[in-house]
């Protein structure tokens, strides 16, 4: 692949999930959710945070080394990022179904 393909799409990867994790934080505080999975984030230490994006990192390159064409890519990592984001709420939903149960 072309090394400006693979800059775009890293650089779309990388803008379609920070949106989608300010997305996140926002969307719980409007709904009422507590960030629980922010916050473990944050409680970690700095080596496993470093860690951690350094496997996200390499997950977004090979992905878009993976893409056909730009197109495909740009699609896929959106897709890959709005899937994140129904996870997580799902994940927060549980969290808060699971403390309200309690």
């Known amino acids: 692949m072309n090394p ?3 800059a775009l799409l890293l650089g779309v990867g990388l ?3 920070l949106f989608v994790l300010s997305l996140y934080v926002v969307w719980t505080r409007i709904v009422g959710l507590d960030p629980t999975l922010a916050q473990r984030c944050a409680d970690l230490s700095g080596p496993v945070r470093s860690i951690i994006a350094l496997l ?4 977004l390159g090979t992905a878009s080394m993976a893409a056909p064409n730009v197109e495909v890519g740009v699609a896929g990592m959106v897709m890959l990022a709005a899937s994140t984001f129904a996870a997580l709420m799902l994940f927060e939903l549980a969290q808060q179904y699971e403390f309200a149960a309690s």
């Open 4 to 6: 400006a393909k693979f």
């Open 15 to 17: 803008l379609a999930f």
């Open 56 to 59: 996200s990192g390499a997950l």
